[in-house]
């Protein structure tokens, strides 16, 4: 069974693994998930707790114990250790997908 974490626009889902070609993303002082369009706050993670990685278009964490998902307008989410797909969620518009605005 997967294991699903939502906060505001960004959905974590659990894999198995990381795919094959992914690589490791840079980080600096904290580890941005996503941006809200509207109010220009993030869903964060403390890089000490977690490491993203690229594969084509798809976003990937690897998470350690401890981590936390935090954003200054949603509760904090801890997260269990293991593998995630970042997926940003949207939403229906007549014509065309966009992406949820936190």
């Known amino acids: 069974m997967k294991t699903l974490y939502r906060q505001g626009d960004v959905l974590l889902v659990s894999v198995e693994e990381l795919p094959e070609d ?7 002082d904290r580890l941005v998930l996503a941006h809200g369009e509207v109010t220009g706050h993030a869903h964060v993670i403390d890089p000490a707790m977690a490491k993203a ?3 084509n278009q ?5 998470v350690q114990s401890g981590a936390a998902l935090c ?16 997926v940003i969620q949207r939403e ?8 949820v605005l936190d």
């Open 71 to 86: 954003h200054e307008e949603h509760a904090t989410l801890k997260l269990k250790p293991g593998f995630y797909k970042i």
């Open 53 to 55: 990685f690229r594969s």
């Open 22 to 28: 992914a690589l490791e993303e840079a980080v600096k």
């Open 58 to 62: 798809d976003r990937y964490l690897e």
């Open 92 to 99: 229906y518009s007549p014509g065309e997908p966009r992406r």
